[in-house]
């Protein structure tokens, strides 16, 4: 069992939907939550940050963490087809090390 | 937010030969790099971790002396496939994190194409 797991899609949505990304995962000691998008033959980009439980709103993204029950979710509100992308959810312990565990990433596509 | 380079963006490199690929980066002290790969349609893989002035950390199965890495400074960092073969073809991106906070930045992505 892969320690993050996140469903790879390819999701294909509508412009203007309500978009739902999520993850799941089994190291109980992660703490920091991130969510990255990533553009064909593109590096990840930095899209939301969480410590711990709670909800962050930055926009039209909402993320989302349930430590209690190890998920968490990201979401996109009126989504535009410049979304289309792949999305990396990201997770890490408290450890120095600062490594980051990835999932497999979700493929999204927003059709105009 | 904090960017982060790579060079070259891509390269094409015959079997057996050796490509060095930098990332810096540019608006930051990132005292920790990390190294990944990644296959197509697949997620990141971390290859090594770097702290500034020390010898690199490498994933299980990942050969130290294939794939040399050098964090000299507190912005730069390289990564040199040495002998490369076919099957080192890959997309190889780096990430660098500040000491003050817990986030990574990401560089735009080296294409690796070995002939």
């Known amino acids: 069992q892969k320690e993050v797991e996140q469903d790879p899609g390819p999701l294909s949505v509508p412009e203007g939907a309500i978009v739902s990304l999520n993850c799941t995962y089994s190291n109980s000691a992660f703490q920091y939550f991130m969510w990255y998008r990533q553009y064909s033959r593109k590096g990840p980009e930095l899209l939301m940050y969480?410590?711990?439980?709670g909800n962050k709103e930055d926009g039209r993204f909402t993320a989302q963490v349930d430590k209690s029950s190890k998920y968490i979710s990201l979401f996109i509100r009126d989504s535009q087809p410049s979304d289309s992308a792949t999305y990396l959810c990201a997770m890490r312990n408290s450890g120095s090390a600062r490594q980051l565990t990835f999932g497999s990433g979700t493929q999204l596509t927003v059709l105009p | 937010g904090a960017v982060v380079s790579q060079h070259p963006s891509w390269v094409i490199c015959k079997s057996g030969t050796s490509v060095k690929i930098e990332c810096r980066s540019l608006d930051f002290q990132a005292t920790t790099m990390f190294w990944y790969r990644q296959f197509p349609k697949q997620s990141l893989m971390l290859m090594a971790t770097?702290?500034?002035?020390?010898?690199?950390?490498?994933e299980q199965g990942v050969e130290k002396d294939k794939f040399l890495i050098n964090h000299a400074s507190l912005t730069l960092s390289t990564l040199t496939v040495t002998s490369a073969h076919p099957e080192d073809s890959s997309f190889y991106i780096c990430?660098?994190?500040?000491?003050?906070?817990?986030?990574?930045?990401f560089g735009p992505g080296t294409r690796l194409t070995v002939l």
């Open positions: 990430s660098g994190a500040q000491k003050s906070t817990d986030t990574q930045y």
């Open positions: 770097s702290n500034e002035g020390s010898k690199a950390t490498y």
């Open positions: 969480t410590y711990s439980s």
